[in-house]
């Protein structure tokens, strides 16, 4: 098992570019959730979903958007990105239900000029 | 509102003096709390949950509903628990994260 991937590794992108992290997880977990990490920040959850076709908003959405066409991916798109979107960005999933176990990928750091 | 809250952006303890790292955490159902870690270059990994009542490379960690803690407790720090250390709460779904403690151990 690859467990959770998350690819790029590293990116550089202009202010008001675009562009797609990818995640994908190959355990059939059921619950997927994308994090940003800041320094003196910790982890905040941008978007998470608990099925194919089913997403929500987390703490700081605004800039993102998700979608769950399939079990095994959870791609998050920046629209138009602003610097203040610099950051790492990390891709988990679980099982569904309140006690599972997270698991994380790998983690894409992202600056925005 | 879910909300957690890790007070110390940075411990340092010596080796071999206990170590206790706080969380607080806000929520008006019943709560599911976790400590997760990130060692150097790795990925963010469990260490512990308290619905396990386990204790993992020393760590142990228990729930206090009437304080609203989750503080995380080793009795004697080794230099390998260097980490980053980050408190979660698990309620309708969403799974939010405290700000972190980064724990130094000195020699």
Request: aromatic fraction near 12%.
């Amino acid at each position: 098992n690859a467990g959770v991937t998350q690819t790029p590794k590293f990116q550089v992108l202009k202010t008001g570019q675009s562009m797609t992290l990818q995640c994908a997880q190959d355990m059939n977990h059921e619950y997927m959730s994308w994090y940003r990490q800041d320094p003196g920040m910790g982890l905040r959850l941008i978007h998470y979903s608990v099925g194919a076709g089913i997403t929500d908003q987390g703490e700081v959405p605004n800039g993102y958007n998700v979608s769950r066409s399939t079990t095994e991916d959870f791609p998050l798109r920046l629209l138009s990105a602003a610097p203040s979107q610099t950051s790492v960005y990390f891709c988990a999933s679980s099982y569904r239900g309140r006690g599972n176990e997270q698991f994380f990928g790998p983690g894409t750091r992202l600056t925005v000029l | 509102a879910q909300r957690v809250t890790q007070p110390e952006k940075l411990l340092s303890v010596f080796k071999g003096a206990p170590v206790e790292l706080k969380c607080n955490y806000s929520y008006s159902g019943s709560p599911e709390l976790f400590w997760y870690v990130q060692y150097s270059r790795q990925r963010l990994q469990l260490l512990l949950r308290h619905i396990s009542r386990e204790s993992i490379k020393g760590f142990t960690a228990d729930l206090n509903k009437g304080e609203t803690s989750f503080h995380l407790k080793k009795p004697f720090a080794q230099e390998e628990d260097s980490a980053m250390y980050y408190c979660a709460l698990s309620g309708n779904d969403k799974i939010i994260f405290g700000k972190g403690t980064r724990l130094h151990i000195l020699p």
